[in-house]
């Protein structure tokens, strides 16, 4: 366990990583915020956080690097980035990282955690965190936070032995969370728990893009409506064919959430909008190879899948 409060390197500090880097360095946790297109206006002017939930906040000055190389070794290193520039952030991972760090990957999709494992040393630790949360950027170093904001953690592999070394280490990480006022909680499984997410990522993600619309009109409408289900359905089925069965219910809880929920764009959205590359491998092509490698197919996911790489060439044209 790591005595009085750790230091946090932020690597990618977009919505994800600006709204939880900035929430833990105003708890009082020492944060340092790896930057790129964005580091001369974080510099001038700070994190600005509009939040719902937490109201106006604003970090500045803020400990900005252009460069991993240039951070001071942390214990604990966030990783906010998306899925599609993984192997690119592995080097910055090693640079920032202090003997035997903890890499929390705050990532969406599944199996992300196996494909940057071999590309760290064996002496950092590897966790996935699920955060659920409803976040953009609108502009350079600035946050939009709708509502939400939980974080569960999970152990994926490291020198950590056996679970209770494991869990001790995911119990520190979730601590973190909460001093800054964030729910987190611990999971035992975290791919279990990489498929329940899916649930919601694979047809709201994707019908966004598709579609060209937000939640609440995704909900309104009664053929996007049963098309939602559909797809949260193959996701569920998928998932247990993998051997991880999702709780009863479970698609139900998240449809009434989101009815709850204000309007909201997610984060594919946004992705397409501003012409970046789609995260289709981690929340598509990876539970689709799963669930066809036990023998299990999801053709309502892959059509809307092969719709999404069409747009997202054509995006790039």
């Known amino acids: 366990m790591t005595t009085g409060k750790p230091r946090i390197g932020i690597i990618g500090t977009g919505a994800i990583g600006g709204f939880y880097g900035l929430m833990l360095a105003r708890a009082g946790f020492d944060v340092h915020f790896l930057l790129r297109s964005e580091f001369p206006a974080v510099s001038a002017r700070g994190l600005q956080l509009n939040s719902a939930v937490h109201g106006a906040q604003v970090l500045h000055p803020v400990q900005a690097y252009r460069s991993a ?8 290193l966030l990783v906010g980035a998306k899925t599609t520039s993984n192997t690119a952030l592995a080097p910055a991972i090693v640079d920032a990282a202090a003997p035997g760090a903890k890499v929390l990957l705050l990532q969406n999709g599944l199996a992300v955690e196996d494909e940057l494992r071999p590309l760290l040393p064996d002496s950092l630790h590897l966790l996935g965190g699920l955060c659920f949360i409803c976040a953009h950027r609108s502009a350079p170093g600035v946050i939009e936070h709708q509502s939400l904001g939980a974080v569960n953690l999970g152990y994926h592999s490291g020198p950590a032995q056996g679970d209770e070394a494991r869990m001790a280490l995911v119990e520190e990480g979730a601590s973190l969370f909460r001093a800054a006022g964030i729910d987190s909680s611990a999971v035992a499984s975290l791919e279990q728990a990489r498929w329940q997410k899916l649930v919601w990522n694979v047809p709201y993600n994707g019908l966004a893009v598709l579609l060209n619309a937000g939640t609440t009109a ?31 219910n479970f698609a139900a809880k998240l449809l009434a959430g989101t009815d709850r929920m204000p309007d909201y764009l997610p984060s594919m959205y946004h992705d397409f909008i501003q012409h970046r590359p789609l995260e289709l491998h981690a929340i598509y092509e990876a539970p689709l190879a799963a669930a066809a490698g036990v023998g299990f197919e999801m053709p309502q996911v892959r059509a809307l899948y092969q719709a999404l790489r069409f747009l997202d060439a054509r995006n790039h044209d």
């Open 69 to 76: 190389a240039d951070m001071p070794p942390c214990d604990w």
């Open 218 to 248: 995704l909900m309104a409408n009664p053929d996007s409506r049963a098309l939602i289900q559909t797809l949260m359905q193959e996701v569920v089925d998928g998932a247990a064919a993998c051997g991880h069965r999702v709780p009863d």
